[in-house]
Each structure stands twice: as C-alpha cells, then as structure tokens.
C-alpha cells in the first residue's frame, strides 16, 4: 500500500525510492485500496441506496477481478454516479515525472512515453523533479455523441511533421483524453451512441494497450482503466456496438431503480433534504414523500409511457423540488413557518415533468403526456391512501366529513382558512399521519387535502374545478 500525505511527498525520484514507494498499474491500486477498506469494514459506496445485494457485489468482484466494466441500465439509475465514486479506491496521491515535455502523467519508475524513457536513461534520480497527481484528478469521462476518433485516442499533429518529425513515431502524435489518463481512469458514457471507428479504438486499448493513428502503430503500455455505460434498449440492439469491443468488457454490472418505494423515498431525502431549510423551511408530511415517490413508480408501470426508455431517479427530485417550491411561495405570501406541501401542489408537476416521459405512441391511444400524467398523479393518490385506510381504517380518517361539509381547496389559500372550516380533527389523525394535524394550520390543511382527494379516489365524495380552485362536495 502507498501511502502519501500531502504534508510529506518527495521532490525527487532518490527521495521517493528512499520511502519504498513502489509502482502499480491503476488495477492493482484500486484491488489493493479496496482489499483494506473491505477488510477494516469501511463504507464502500457511501450514499448508494438499495444496490447492497444487487449491483455493489458485481462492482466488488470486478475490481478484485481487475476487470473493465459496463454500467448496464436505463436512465437516471446512478449509473455516472458510480463510476465517480471508483476513484475513491484509488490512492489519494501519486507521483509523476515532473517534466514540461512529457504529454502523460509518467511514473518514474516506469515511464512508457519515448521522452519519459529518455529522462529516466539522461538524469540521475536526484535530478528528476517529481509531481504528485491527486485520485481526484485522474477521472475524466466523455459523453458519446459527438464524440471523434481524436478526441479520445488522438490525431496526427500536422505541426510536428512540419518540424520534421516522422509520421510513424509517437512524437508526431497529439494525444487523444485517453493517452492522457494514463494512470487514471476514463469513462466513456452512452457506448451505442459512439462512430465504429472510435469502437475500434477502444477494443484495441482494451486487448493491446497501445493506439495507432492513420494506419501508424504508436505503441507504448497505457495503465488505465476503462469504464463504459449504456441502456440496455440500445446496448443489446444489433449493430450498434462492435462484438470485438462487447468481447472484451470484463464485467457487466446491471442497474436498475428501486425496488421498493422506501429507498427511493431514501434517495430523495438524500438528495434534496437541504432544501427544506432556509428563512421559509418547509416541513413535508411523509405521505407527500410517498406520493412524489409513488408517481414515479406507477410511471414505470404505466402501459402508456415508454419503459425501455425509463423513468429517471431525476424525476422524482425534479418533482420534489416542486412541490417544495409551491410550499414555501405560499408560505412566503402567508407568513407560514414552516409551510407544508399539499396534494394541490401537484398541479404545478406539469412544468417539472413534461418532456421526462416518452409516451410510447402504440399504447397511448392519442392521450397527451398532460392526460398521461395527470391519470399517473391520480393512481400514485389513490395507492398511498389506501394503505392508510388500510392501517387506520376509512371511518376514522373521514370522520370529520361525515356531516356532509362542502370544501374548497386551492395552493394558494392559507391555512387558516382550512382551520376555519374545521375547528377540529379527530386524534386519530395525528397517529395516522405522524404529524401535529390538530396543532399546525399548515399540517392540518396538507392532511385535509390528502384525505379529501384520497376519498375521491375512492368515489366517496365528488369534485369540481374552477379558477384553479378544487371544491370537494360530499
């Protein structure tokens, strides 16, 4: 294991070679970092919700395996997020070759670049000047659309021939992102999407290790490794990537969403808690969770939206955010602290989730994305209020509209208002809803309207829409 703090890196290839530093390739480094955070117990993959028993284990053995991988899966599955986070397997600092002609990050003991060798064979080891290359910075990815041949492997530079540079050498090359991450890894995002040409120059990387350009062999060992991630709907689609390059991807690491609703509620408060905060905090009762969350899961069942393009995690944080925002501008304009999001603030979805759904055009049956949208939020409402019924029972979540009241809804009414209507709430409320229902206006007023577009899903009550307003009548 090398260990290098920042406060004590040698200057000098003598003074490196005197800690007992010693060279590995970027698999063994990342096989050996992983081997002791798997032994001390550490966390491998902080912040990763439900792939414990899925995708980590296949991550895991593909690193011990030294394998190249391929992050399989449909949009919005962490599939980026993933490959980042291998860097944390990588040493924290490394040392390089600190000369201003040298293209790569070279290691002193084992440079692969023909003026690196020449440093290392002309200078002693006092006179090598080292650099040090932070884990951080050995990450680059690509995304593949636009994407050419000397973007990522590189191109014969026309300069350097004119200076009387010979063609077949590696002097004559201006390196592509991949030569440049030598000692790091690259990633490559969207692998169908990329021109053959450049799938040929991936696969010889990953069989050979060395590049050529027009026809001319460059050769020298590039360590690096390499990371791809596709959607199964065009990865698996005939033609559209090489079999030579499939051949040669050690591991196929498959992702998929949550498989219970619970983690993606999980997600969510992970990556958008911070936004409750603030000089109007905003406080969400856990059925709004359940039912941003349940909007996205019925999404990826829906008959009329696209599956093989998928239903992003994104979807829901675009959603949440949503909902959010609606709460605290009401609260901001009615001086409530903290505001609480309502089942009329999903009336604002539509800017947040138009343009995220692909229908898909032979199960539709000429429904707009809006009417497509709209019956999805009305199942999500109608699955959440169930299980409370079903835990609580209907009578004594109703029971306060058993007198036939008429209740007008809107995002921007008070919640004074609501409180005016019901002076009261039945106990069982604050157990059903872990909320102080009978205390906070602005609770009572989010529950209100959970049960009262709950019971119309149920057909118990009727609903009529005007000005933007919601009037239940029973």
Not at 258 to 271: N, W
Not at 466 to 471: A, C, E, L, S, T
Request: glycine share 8%; with cysteine.
């Amino acid at each position: 294991m090398n260990l290098v703090t920042a406060s004590a890196k040698p200057s000098t290839l003598s003074e490196l070679r005197e800690t007992g530093w010693k060279s590995k390739t970027v698999k063994q480094e990342m096989r050996d970092n992983f081997v002791r955070m798997l032994g001390s117990g550490e966390e491998l993959f902080p912040g990763i919700v439900g792939y414990d028993d899925t995708v980590i284990p296949e991550i895991n053995l593909a690193i011990l395996a030294g394998h190249d991988m391929l992050f399989l899966g449909e949009k919005g599955q962490a599939k980026s997020r993933m490959m980042r986070m291998l860097t944390r397997f990588l040493d924290e600092w490394i040392p390089y070759i600190d000369h201003p002609d040298l293209p790569v990050h070279e290691d002193p003991e084992r440079p692969i670049t023909s003026i690196g060798k020449q440093i290392v064979e002309k200078y002693s080891a006092d006179e090598i000047k080292l650099g040090w290359w932070h884990r951080e910075d050995r990450y680059a990815e690509r995304l593949s659309p636009g994407t050419k041949f000397a973007d990522i492997i590189g191109e014969i530079d026309p300069a350097k021939l004119t200076g009387g540079v010979s063609m077949s050498s590696e002097e004559a090359l201006s390196f592509g992102l991949i030569p440049r991450m030598h000692r790091g890894i690259f990633a490559m995002n969207e692998l169908p999407e990329l021109d053959d040409l450049v799938q040929v120059g991936l696969f010889n990387i990953l069989e050979e290790r060395d590049v050529q350009i027009r026809g001319y062999p460059i050769q020298f060992d590039i360590d690096i490794a390499i990371l791809f991630s596709a959607n199964p709907a065009t990865y698996n689609r005939s033609g559209k990537v090489i079999p030579q390059l499939k051949d040669r991807i050690g591991t196929i690491v498959q992702t998929h969403y949550p498989s219970e609703r619970d983690q993606g509620i999980e997600i969510l408060q992970q990556e958008v808690g911070g936004d409750l905060d603030g000089a109007y905090p905003v406080q969400v009762p856990y059925f709004m969770y359940q039912i941003v969350e349940e909007i996205t899961n019925q999404a990826r069942h829906s008959k009329y939206i696209d599956q093989a393009s998928g239903v992003s995690a994104r979807f829901s944080m675009a959603n949440f955010r949503t909902i959010v925002a609606a709460a605290r501008q009401r609260g901001v304009i009615h001086n409530e602290r903290p505001a609480v999001p309502r089942i009329s603030d999903l009336g604002h979805l539509y800017a947040s989730s138009l343009g995220k759904l692909e229908l898909d055009m032979m199960g539709t049956h000429q429904m707009s994305e809006r009417q497509v949208l709209d019956a999805t939020i009305a199942q999500a409402i109608e699955v959440v209020f169930k299980e409370y019924v079903e835990e609580h029972g209907l009578a004594e979540i109703a029971e306060i509209f058993r007198s036939g009241v008429r209740v007008e809804v809107g995002d921007m009414l008070p919640s004074r208002q609501y409180a005016d209507r019901l002076q009261s709430v039945p106990p069982a409320w604050d157990k059903a809803f872990e909320l102080n229902a009978s205390e906070s206006e602005a609770v009572r007023a989010s529950c209100v309207e959970f049960v009262l577009a709950g019971l119309y899903s149920l057909d118990r009550i009727s609903r009529s829409q005007r000005h933007g307003k919601i009037q239940y009548e029973f």
